[in-house]
């Protein structure tokens, strides 16, 4: 089965104008790919009849995603696949709370829910929360997905509706978030990962770990350092190999997270194996609405704006409106220092901007 | 074949409002694959249900019309139209998709920092088709001479939802050297398209019946599923002209000779209806007899709506907080677009009082331009 699937990839390797220039004869010559080299398949992949969405990741230079026909298909069916492990049926009404224009996450959703013969109500997560409850009310809704951050932001106007499913993807989600969404929703959380790459899996009833589906993806785990394969069930970064993209085939693309995969029987009665994610491999710092920058990053900004490596460390705080960056530094900085380090962040990618001119950001400097 | 004499549908009391739509919810639920939402009152926003069938339908027909507007598998559109709940992001979207064309969405962008990043997007990634609304156009051209940026060119702008004028479609032209396309359509359904003479809106007979009954324009469309849309009252006023256009085109045009009594439209292609006032009024529970909305520009492409409201008597205590939060909640699209910046209210009080139990309700519109 996994020659089968080796084929394929080799095949795909070959035949895309950013692999093929490396004149690979096996698998295992493969070279991993990082994010930015990610950024040149979408612009060598063919860029017609396509759609294109917007990311800036967690390594910044927004990435424009050229998906093709087929790759949204392929994405949609995958995504169909996930509610079936939910327990998504024909009678289910989906609210798909998420940005439905510049994120593809949000219209992908949609899409897979309709394969799965759900109802779908796309609904943008900028839309004032009485509006969201005056649709709820209207279209009565069974399956909530959106991010956690969204879903606690909005729980205050839920008031005592009930949803069967509560899908949350992402954001990493922990088991207190998990408790108060659950309390507030009613229904059952299944959380699903997945990259702006490429989609990984879904949990099952165990809600341990992410079902993936062995036919649609190859994941390998690796030595964060030294990159040489780790056996099943050690922890290592990820390596991602999509199998059935067409337009921007995505092969050995070191993600950055530390997972660990393993292809046991699960208890739920699924045979397909799971994938564990425990962290980043590279400290990673969460903003808002799933948007993550690695605290390495944090500090080249940092030597760019003031030319002096005084970036000790970052914390995030969320409140209510707003999330307050503390940045942790040895040596002080004047005004235009701080205006300057602010510039770079605005500059930095599409999303900070954003959250900074919205004041939805502030940063505080702490010198330690 | 239809025939007999069928009721015309106000767009006041559709079967989109809550109250109707249950029983079609529990009939259908089988069949509707997207919850859509339009204006309406608040407590009462229109929704559209769209079966796959209804959806396809709507794509193919709007791109049928985007093709005869030129637009082909070569081109790169970005569609700047409003997402989420409403439906006129997502059908510019699949129409564009089925044409072929690479697709950008990115919603109704709403300030100078967006709008700037949009025309580095547009330069990196030679985007030549826009698909907006006027009041956009209006905004991007405003920060484009702001910002002193003459290197964005455009071939082709697709816009709906408000009226546009010469004088934009000049400006347009000296500065991105875009062409301007108007088309024509409603929550409900897509009807017709400019061509190159500018001279009302081309419409496919074998997908969207339109008939004049006393200048009111009535719509029925064919493809209709989930709710069927016979003889709708969109609220506009217009002829038919079945001659040929000089474009070439046989397909017959429909002319808009004007709005409905009172109907205005606003910044972020927000119409609002005498009924949505009336309901407004009743919300608020004073005894208001008469009510000027005078409308303006506080920037370009953004709104400025006063609200001054005439009364019987005067009440003891008047909270304007609360009659400013009932405005603010007109509609759900007004709520949106006010959410978002673009449009701005002000509340006021006349000093005389009316007697009389008829409301009157005037609108009074000192914008540069007519939405």
């Not at chain 2, 000296?174 to 003479?197: Q, R």
């Amino acid at each position: 089965m996994r020659d089968k699937k080796y084929k394929k990839i080799l095949k795909r390797y070959r035949e895309h104008p950013f692999y093929k220039k490396r004149g690979i004869n096996s698998i295992n010559e493969i070279p991993f790919i990082d994010s930015q080299e990610v950024i040149d398949i979408y612009k060598m992949s063919n860029q017609a009849d396509s759609m294109v969405f917007f990311t800036s990741g967690t390594t910044g230079n927004p990435k424009a995603i050229y998906y093709g026909k087929f790759d949204i298909s392929y994405m949609a069916n995958y995504i169909k696949w996930f509610c079936d492990i939910e327990g998504a049926n024909q009678n289910d009404k989906v609210l798909v709370l998420m940005d439905q224009s510049f994120w593809g996450v949000g219209y992908i959703t949609g899409l897979g829910h309709i394969k799965a013969g759900n109802c779908v109500i796309p609904v943008d997560n900028d839309l004032p929360k009485d509006k969201i409850k005056e649709i709820i009310d209207i279209v009565k809704p069974t399956i909530i997905s959106s991010l956690p951050s969204v879903l606690l932001e909005v729980g205050d106007v839920i008031d005592g509706y009930k949803f069967r499913i509560i899908e949350t993807t992402g954001e990493k989600l922990n088991n207190k978030e998990r408790r108060v969404i659950e309390q507030i929703y009613g229904g059952e959380v299944f959380d699903a990962y997945g990259l702006t790459e490429a989609i990984i899996g879904v949990e099952c009833k165990n809600h341990d770990g992410y079902h993936f589906n062995s036919d649609r993806l190859l994941l390998e785990i690796v030595d964060p350092y030294n990159k040489e394969a780790r056996p099943d069930e050690e922890w290592g970064e990820l390596v991602v190999s999509t199998i059935d993209e067409y337009n921007t085939p995505i092969i050995r693309y070191l993600s950055g997270d530390l997972c660990k995969v393993s292809y046991k029987k699960c208890s739920c009665g699924l045979c397909y194996p799971k994938v564990w994610i425990k962290d980043r491999v590279r400290p990673t710092i969460n903003l808002h609405e799933g948007y993550k920058i690695e605290k390495g990053e944090i500090a080249k900004l940092f030597d760019r704006a003031i030319g002096r490596g005084i970036f000790i460390d970052a914390e995030a705080i969320k409140n209510e409106s707003k999330i307050l960056l503390n940045l942790f530094i040895n040596d002080a900085v004047d005004d235009s220092q701080q205006e300057k380090i602010t510039l770079e962040f605005v500059n930095y990618s599409y999303e900070l901007m954003h959250m900074i001119r919205n004041n939805k950001l502030e940063f505080k400097f702490i010198i330690q | 074949m239809l025939r007999g004499n069928f009721f015309n549908i106000k767009s006041d009391e559709s079967l989109f409002f809550k109250k109707n739509l249950d029983k079609i919810i529990l009939k259908s639920s089988d069949k509707i694959s997207f919850f859509y939402f339009s204006g309406g009152t608040t407590g009462q926003p229109k929704t559209i249900p769209l079966s796959n069938k209804e959806l396809k339908g709507r794509s193919q027909y709007r791109s049928e019309c985007y093709k005869r507007i030129g637009i082909n598998r070569k081109n790169k559109v970005a569609v700047l139209l409003p997402f989420g709940p409403w439906v006129a992001g997502p059908s510019a979207r699949s129409a564009a998709k089925e044409v072929g064309c690479v697709v950008f969405s990115f919603g109704l962008l709403k300030n100078e920092h967006e709008i700037i990043s949009l025309f580095s997007i547009i330069k990196k990634h030679k985007i030549d088709t826009l698909i907006t609304i006027p009041s956009f156009i209006d905004m991007m051209l405003f920060f484009l001479k702001k910002n002193y940026i003459n290197d964005v060119k455009i071939n082709t702008i697709i816009t709906s939802g408000e009226f546009i004028t010469d004088s934009i479609r000049q400006d347009v032209k000296k500065h991105i050297s875009a062409d301007i396309y108007s088309t024509y359509a409603s929550s409900e359904a897509f009807i017709g398209h400019e061509c190159i003479e500018h001279s009302g809106y081309h419409f496919d007979p074998n997908r969207v019946g339109i008939k004049v009954q006393d200048d009111k324009i009535l719509i029925s469309v064919y493809d209709s599923e989930i709710i069927p849309i016979l003889n709708y009252e969109i609220g506009d006023l217009g002829y038919i002209d079945s001659s040929r256009c000089s474009c070439g085109s046989a397909l017959p045009r429909v002319h808009l000779s004007g709005r409905g009594k009172n109907v205005f439209s606003l910044s972020g292609a927000v119409k609002v209806y005498p009924y949505q006032v009336v309901e407004l009024i009743r919300r608020i529970g004073m005894p208001i007899r008469k009510c000027i909305i005078i409308i303006d520009e506080f920037s370009p492409g953004k709104d400025f709506i006063k609200f001054i409201f005439g009364l019987s008597d005067m009440p003891k205590d008047i909270d304007r907080k609360f009659i400013l939060d009932k405005i603010k909640n007109l509609s759900l699209d007004f709520a949106d677009a006010y959410n978002q910046n673009l449009i701005k209210i002000e509340l006021d009080l006349m000093k005389t009082f009316y007697k009389g139990n008829k409301l009157k309700i005037e609108v009074q519109d000192n914008r540069t331009y007519e939405r």
